[in-house]
T-cell receptor
Framework: GQNIDQPTEMTATEGAIVQINCTYQTSGFNGLFWYQQHAGEAPTFLSYNVLDGLEEKGRFSSFLSRSKGYSYLLLKELQMKDSASYLCAVREKGGSYIPTFGRGTSLIVHP | DAGITQSPRHKVTETGTPVTLRCHQTENHRYMYWYRQDPGHGLRLIHYSYGVKDTDKGEVSDGYSVSRSKTEDFLLTLESATSSQTSVYFC????????????FGEGSRLTVL
């Protein structure tokens, strides 16, 4: 089984940088995903990490440390439209291969 | 955007009635999933399918059944709805088991009175 932990809520200021952390415990790690979900909408894929290090994609970056069971999503130059929930999901080796989702972090960006 | 449509998008029903939610995809993806999303719980897997007539249970499958008679359609049935099944239901698809990236439908909001 897996245990995934994320902060419930975060607030930040437009133009700033915010880091959303995700810690996990798993018996056989096989990848970590980040999704964005605006209120009332479907989750959309942001990033995937399976090896240690930083993956950059525009204003968003995702970092993984497998030895620490830790990932973060870094959002730069925050915009009001970045107000959303950010979901961390972890996949285990074997079994169904289907990622298990954390409870999500609600990010509020204010002017 | 991936071609996934869910129906109905909103439904209000009474305890004890049967309910069927439909997920239709135009991507010809092999894998299809049903999740429910509740405050404080995040997304939880109900059932998934890895091919026509091939389905398996997820984390919260009690009270739900599924069927997949065609590649493009995945049905979720609540045989006798209960108030605890009030939730937002999301269908998702993926090209392969290894791909991992899920494409989600817009969600179906179900209220059981």
């Amino acid at each position: 089984g897996q245990n995934i932990d994320q902060p419930t809520e975060m607030t930040a200021t437009e133009g700033a940088i915010v880091q959303i952390n995700c810690t996990y415990q798993t018996s056989g790690f096989n990848g970590l995903f980040w999704y964005q979900q605006h209120a009332g909408e479907a989750p959309t894929f942001l990033s995937y990490n399976v090896l240690d290090g930083l993956e950059e994609k525009g204003r968003f970056s995702s970092f993984l440390s497998r030895s620490k069971g830790y990932s973060y999503l870094l959002l730069k130059e925050l915009q009001m439209k970045d107000s959303a929930s950010y979901l961390c999901a972890v996949r285990e080796k074997g079994g169904s291969y289907i990622p298990t989702f954390g409870r999500g972090t609600s990010l509020i960006v204010h002017p | 955007d991936a071609g996934i449509t869910q129906s109905p998008r909103h439904k209000v029903t009474e305890t004890g009635t049967p309910v069927t939610l439909r997920c239709h995809q135009t991507e010809n993806h092999r894998y299809m999933y049903w999740y429910r999303q509740d405050p404080g719980h995040g997304l939880r897997l109900i059932h998934y399918s890895y091919g026509v007539k091939d389905t398996d249970k997820g984390e919260v499958s009690d009270g739900y059944s599924v069927s997949r008679s065609k590649t493009e359609d995945f049905l979720l049935t609540l045989e006798s709805a209960t108030s605890s099944q009030t939730s937002v239901y999301f269908c998702a698809i993926s090209e392969s088991r290894e791909a991992g990236e899920l494409f989600f439908g817009e969600g179906s909001r179900l209220t059981v009175l």
